[in-house]
């Protein structure tokens, strides 16, 4: 295993955060302002994984650590991806495609993209132009995407790391993909776990990044009461929770979890093992 690095890039719900158009939802803690989900993995070797898509993800790209300062060049920007993992096609989660083809041009090659095959058939319906031809995309300034499609259960290799996964419930939304890479696993937009999961899959884990939308229960996503539970369950040695509603006030949170579970955050940096 190597030591990889965990950026949080987009910690925030489908509507972001935090709302307009009501003055007693906004917030002024920048750590309430949250894009829309998304996390990049950048490896040892400058090896790049983003985890999503979505409509924020030019923005996350552009300045992952939400460091930069208006109309400054932003240093930290990705310049490369060696491939997605899509865990879903909802739009926050896949919207984002297009923003890909920048990173075509920098790099002069295709991006390989892991979804199951259910969600693969989606964007491949949605996204068409995505999926032509590299010689052919790269003429029309289009994104030039490899579909690779993934089955619960079954391992592969990203860079060196082999990556499982594995099926979740988004309750009456559908279904999600979990991954596990390494000591890593990453679970959003999910109501409901299987139970041989728990046990044979998300054993052993040492960071987990778990939804978590609020304290009132929601049918498609996890509270922070069932959320607690799962954490329970999993026994990670750290875990960080994301997908918060505007409800979730940043600076409200520090003092009521543990010290082990962390309100994350947009641009919060995790050194993982994979």
Not at 36 to 62: N, Y
Not at 76 to 96: E, F, Q, S
Request: aromatic share 8%; glycine share 8%.
């Amino acid at each position: 295993m190597a030591e990889w690095e965990l950026i949080l890039t987009g910690t925030g719900t489908s509507h972001g955060n935090p709302p307009w158009g009501n003055p007693n939802m906004w917030s002024n803690d920048p750590r309430d302002h949250r894009r829309r989900s998304g996390a990049i993995l950048k490896g040892p070797g400058g090896e790049v994984i983003l985890i999503d898509a979505g409509p924020d993800l030019m923005h996350q790209l552009r300045d992952p650590y939400k460091r930069t300062k208006m109309y400054e060049y932003p240093t930290d920007c990705i310049c490369r991806c060696d491939g997605v993992l899509i865990t879903h096609d909802h739009a926050d989660h896949c919207h984002g495609l297009n923003d890909l083809r920048h990173l075509n041009r920098l790099m002069g090659s295709e991006i390989p993209l892991y979804a199951h095959e259910s969600h693969l058939n989606t964007l491949l319906q949605m996204f068409p132009y995505c999926f032509r031809d590299a010689h052919a995309v790269y003429e029309m300034s289009s994104p030039a995407l490899r579909a690779i499609p993934i089955k619960d259960g079954e391992n592969f290799n990203i860079c060196g790391i082999d990556v499982q996964s594995f099926y979740m419930s988004h309750g009456p939304a559908g279904r999600t993909s979990g991954f596990r890479l390494g000591k890593l696993a990453y679970l959003t937009d999910l109501k409901e776990i299987p139970e041989e999961t728990l046990e044979t899959v998300l054993n052993d884990i040492e960071v987990l990044v778990i939804d978590m939308l609020r304290d009132e229960t929601h049918e498609t996503h996890l509270n922070w009461e069932e959320a607690e539970t799962l954490i329970q369950r999993i026994k990670p040695l750290t875990c960080y929770l994301v997908h918060m509603g505007y409800e979730v006030c940043h600076s409200e949170w520090l003092d009521r979890l543990p010290d082990n579970i962390i309100m994350s955050y947009d641009g919060l940096s995790v050194q993982v093992q994979l």
